[in-house]
T-cell receptor, first 111, second 113 residues
Framework: QKEVEQDPGPLSVPEGAIVSLNCTYSNSAFQYFMWYRQYSRKGPELLMYTYSSGNKEDGRFTAQVDKSSKYISLFIRDSQPSDSATYLCAALNTNAGKSTFGDGTTLTVKP | DTGVSQDPRHKITKRGQNVTFRCDPISEHNRLYWYRQTLGQGPEFLTYFQNEAQLEKSRLLSDRFSAERPKGSFSTLEIQRTEQGDSAMYLC???????????FGPGTRLLVL
């Protein structure tokens, strides 16, 4: 079993929809939780990170972590066609140094 | 441009050949990471450096793989005796010491024929 599991998708929504992307993890030692966006044939781009449980908002994006259920979410409000990409969740135990990634969810926002 | 750069962007090689990739991190970042990504999968950790010290290597990094960061700045990843299973995107990332904000380069796409 992978330490970080991500809803595989793909996900297709109309422009303006609210998008929910989800991951679960199994390692209680993870402290930081990150969301990356990756366009085709490009490197991942860090969107935002959260430390421990709680919410973090950045514009149209909200990251949510629930450590009690080991659940990570990213919400995108008012989705735009330019949001079409693969979204990767990741988790980090700073004592181990490395990040562990989910396999990504491919999102398509249709105009 | 002050982002992470990787060279080459694409590499096609024949099975059994050696290849070397280079990564130049963001200048003030002391951590540098190598990941491998195949189609439909997330990046898989290979190894990382704190300055010039290699602190961790994944089990994925067989003895055919070696990475260096000789002066704590750029890094190289060498694959010896390449196999078709080595075909993948090789990603480099850098960060400050805490590691939660890793910035990725564009990747080197390797195809082994």
């Amino acid at each position: 079993q992978k330490e970080v599991e991500q809803d595989p998708g793909p996900l297709s929504v109309p422009e303006g929809a609210i998008v929910s992307l989800n991951c679960t993890y199994s390692n209680s030692a993870f402290q930081y939780f990150m969301w990356y966006r990756q366009y085709s044939r490009k490197g991942p781009e860090l969107l935002m990170y959260t430390y421990s449980s709680g919410n973090k908002e950045d514009g149209r994006f909200t990251a949510q972590v629930d450590k009690s259920s080991k659940y990570i979410s990213l919400f995108i409000r008012d989705s735009q066609p330019s949001d079409s990409a693969t979204y990767l969740c990741a988790a980090l135990n700073t004592n181990a140094g490395k990040s562990t990634f989910g396999d990504g969810t491919t999102l398509t926002v249709k105009p | 441009d002050t982002g992470v750069s990787q060279d080459p962007r694409h590499k096609i090689t024949k099975r059994g050949q050696n290849v070397t990739f280079r990564c130049d991190p963001i200048s003030e970042h002391n951590r540098l990471y190598w990941y491998r990504q195949t189609l439909g999968q997330g990046p898989e950790f290979l190894t990382y450096f704190q300055n010039e010290a290699q602190l961790e290597k994944s089990r994925l990094l067989s003895d055919r793989f070696s990475a260096e960061r000789p002066k704590g700045s750029f890094s190289t990843l060498e694959i010896q005796r390449t196999e078709q299973g080595d075909s993948a995107m090789y990603l480099c990332a850098s960060s400050l010491s805490t590691g939660e904000t890793q910035y990725f380069g564009p990747g080197t796409r390797l195809l082994v024929l």
